[in-house]
């Protein structure tokens, strides 16, 4: 019977230790999160509340923003799994592809993509305009070639040029002139001329054509004696001499003088029916722009694209530090924190770590246990003693 009684006590003070360690490890794990609140008797708030979690909240809310900037999302680590090579060869076919699929490939037309600009008539509006301008154009041109003389009209340089191209057009001349009466029409012309030269004279014509004889030779001798005269260097002087003149009294007289009766109104009427017949702005706007640029795809692909995703992600790259600063992540962590409800909290906690709670909580009776054990066991041997 004695036996048996060491017996029940070991195992009654083994249950007892149990039990509070059991209690005081569930008590502690309880307390990290709960009570939520402040829990009051009058003016005195009770120790331990809120729990743990929710009182220290502020301060996990900063320590996890903290940790999240300086170790979790640091420029470092977007580099790593954003900024690389791969990444950007993905970027890229992703521009390329939107590209083609929404601008250089699209169906819409020109005028399609006005109208969603929210342009519309801009055909219309358009060759309004430029027949405007294009009036006004050419009134300031007719205004401009009718007010003032040649010399006031025509650019200096111009005036230097013709000048200078003068002694040309008088060898041109005179050349034309040689091979013109060398030619059988010109000397058909000079037997005309004589012939009719010497009609016209009667008596004395009559013996003039007896003194030379027939009037061929004297077509001959006429014809020799004027090619000597275009061949001469006075005749150049002369005929260059006449032509300055003639150029340096034109250059006084006022255009208006030279162009009177010109057909002002029938040339721009012309002007702005060509003007008119080439515009066609709505033709030319129903056009998508694959019409306009075939090639655009291969081009884009090859020039545009490689060099705005390149262009991309070192900007990306160099900027990441100050974007990440700019960004505050470790204020946007504590206010979530700060916002995130301390229920939900325990629930996520608890629903990951369970397991490891309950096994805390037989951990710690069955550390009470062990200790009532020898604890009774001290006992019993006292009391022995």
């Keep these: 019977m004695k036996h048996l009684?060491?017996?029940?006590?070991?195992?009654?003070?083994?249950?007892?230790?149990?039990?509070?360690?059991?209690?005081?490890?569930?008590?502690?794990?309880?307390?990290?999160?709960?009570?939520?609140?402040a829990k009051y008797i009058g003016k005195w708030r009770l120790p331990f509340t809120p729990g743990l979690i929710p009182k220290r909240r502020d301060e996990l809310a900063v320590q996890l923003g903290k940790t999240v900037t300086?170790?979790?999302?640091?420029?470092?680590?977007?580099?790593?799994?954003?900024?690389?090579?791969?990444?950007?060869k993905k970027a890229e076919d992703f521009l390329q592809q939107k590209l083609e699929q929404h601008i250089?490939?699209?169906?819409?037309?020109?005028n399609d993509w006005l109208n969603t600009a929210g342009a519309m008539n801009v055909a219309g509006k358009a060759e309004r305009k430029v027949l405007e301008v294009l009036d006004a154009q050419l009134n300031a041109v007719r205004v401009k070639m009718t007010t003032g003389s040649v010399e006031e009209v025509l650019p200096q340089k111009w005036r230097v040029e013709a000048a200078g191209r003068i002694p040309a057009i008088t060898t041109y001349i005179l050349g034309r002139s040689e091979t013109y009466f060398e030619s059988d029409e010109g000397k058909a012309?000079?037997?005309k001329m004589i012939d009719d030269f010497l009609a016209s004279k009667g008596t004395l014509g009559s013996m003039v054509n007896m003194f030379f004889g027939e009037s061929e030779s004297l077509v001959v001798k006429v014809q020799r004696e004027a090619l000597k005269f275009v061949a001469a260097q006075g005749t150049y002087d002369l005929v260059n001499t006449i032509i300055l003149n003639e150029w340096e009294k034109l250059q006084k007289r006022p255009v208006e003088e030279l162009l009177s009766g010109f057909d002002w109104d029938g040339l721009f009427n012309s002007v702005r029916s060509y003007a008119e017949k080439e515009l066609v702005l709505e033709a030319r706007l129903n056009k998508t722009i694959q019409d306009y640029w075939p090639a655009g795809a291969e081009w884009?692909?090859?020039?545009?694209?490689?060099?705005?995703?390149?262009?991309?992600?070192?900007?990306?790259?160099?900027?990441?530090?100050?974007?990440?600063?700019?960004?505050?992540?470790?204020d946007m962590v504590r206010e979530q924190v700060d916002a995130f409800?301390?229920?939900?909290?325990?629930?996520?906690?608890?629903?990951?770590?369970?397991?490891?709670?309950?096994?805390?909580?037989?951990?710690?009776?069955?550390?009470?246990?062990?200790i009532g054990i020898v604890q009774g066991l001290v006992v019993l041997a006292t009391n022995l003693s």
């Design 5 to 37: 009684g060491i017996l029940w006590t070991l195992l009654f003070m083994a249950f007892i230790g149990a039990l509070i360690g059991g209690l005081t490890n569930h008590l502690a794990i309880k307390m990290l999160f709960r009570p939520h609140e």
């Design 70 to 88: 300086n170790y979790l999302l640091t420029p470092e680590t977007f580099r790593k799994k954003l900024l690389t090579p791969d990444m950007e």
């Design 341 to 370: 409800p301390v229920a939900i909290l325990e629930d996520l906690v608890l629903g990951i770590s369970k397991r490891e709670f309950k096994m805390i909580t037989i951990l710690g009776a069955f550390l009470g246990g062990l």
């Design 189 to 191: 012309m000079f037997h």
């Design 300 to 330: 884009t692909a090859v020039n545009l694209t490689p060099a705005l995703t390149s262009f991309a992600f070192e900007q990306a790259e160099k900027q990441m530090e100050i974007s990440l600063h700019k960004l505050k992540l470790d």
């Design 104 to 110: 250089l490939l699209s169906d819409k037309t020109l």
